[in-house]
Nanobody, 116 residues
């Protein structure tokens, strides 16, 4: 079955960096675009960025452009989100998602808290 497992979240000071990982299994990872989303307390889930099956970034949110980088390693079945210059407003639970045919699969999320 499809499984997505995020890791790498934590508490970081403003201006700091984190790298999130999402390990995928149960499907042909290299064939599908992968997307990071986030959901802050009291807000709707929002798209952060998508990486195509071949590694191109598309659909990057304006709020993270120039600070966040999405990438993937098809040999390791893993998608990454490098987050630099973090701001308090980046505090959220971060999820990875894959859409296979008409079904969306999500990981359990990883908490990122940006605070001094």
């Amino acid at each position: 079955q499809v499984q997505l497992v995020e890791s790498g979240g934590g508490l970081v000071q403003p201006g700091g960096s984190l790298r999130l990982s999402c390990a995928a299994s149960g499907f042909t990872f290299s064939a599908y675009p992968m997307t990071w989303y986030r959901q802050a307390p009291g807000k709707e889930r929002e798209l952060v960025a998508t990486v195509t099956s071949t590694g191109f970034t598309i659909n990057c949110a304006d709020s993270v452009k120039g600070r966040f980088t999405i990438s993937r390693d098809n040999a390791e079945n893993t998608v990454y989100l490098q987050m630099n210059s973090l701001k308090p407003e980046d505090t959220a639970v971060y999820y990875c998602r894959v859409r296979i045919l008409t079904t969306d699969y999500w990981g359990q999320g990883t908490q990122v808290t940006v605070s001094s």
